[in-house]
Nanobody, 126 residues
Framework: VQLVESGGMSVQGGGSLRLSCAVS????????MAWFRQVFGKEREGVAI???????KYADSAKGRFTISQNNGPQTVYLQMNALEPNDSGIYYC?????????????????????WGQGTQVTVSS
């Protein structure tokens, strides 16, 4: 599985960004796709999840402001981020977990994902 993130940049607080994750190599019938954020010195924290059938989950900090979506099964996973705050700054990673059991639960836990992109930097200034 290959994951390539893009779209990170510096933005003023209150602004919007859309991150993209180009996905290739998924082979199982079901998967979990996720966005994580990491700040220097801290562990990666889950931001949003989407699965094969389009079910989504969000971290409390992302609810109402961020939207995760996918297209074409997926070829691309997006994270639309609105009303950005300085606390949203960090390196955003795309992650994938393939499972053979259709309808499996997806978790916002970095240890459950075994495929990662290289990350894209988001910096939100106040």
């Amino acid at each position: 599985v290959q994951l390539v993130e893009s779209g990170g940049m510096s933005v003023q607080g209150g602004g919007s960004l859309r991150l993209s994750c180009a996905v290739s190599g998924l082979t199982q019938s079901f998967y979990c796709m996720a966005w994580f954020r990491q700040v220097f010195g801290k562990e990666r924290e889950g931001v949003a999840i989407i699965d094969r059938i389009g079910s989504t989950k969000y971290a409390d900090s992302a609810k109402g402001r961020f939207t995760i979506s996918q297209n074409n099964g997926p070829q691309t996973v997006y994270l639309q981020m609105n009303a950005l705050e300085p606390n949203d700054s960090g390196i955003y990673y795309c992650a994938a977990r393939e499972v053979s059991l259709y309808g499996s639960l997806c978790y916002m836990d970095a240890t459950s994902y075994d495929n990662w992109g290289q990350g894209t930097q988001v910096t939100v200034s106040s």
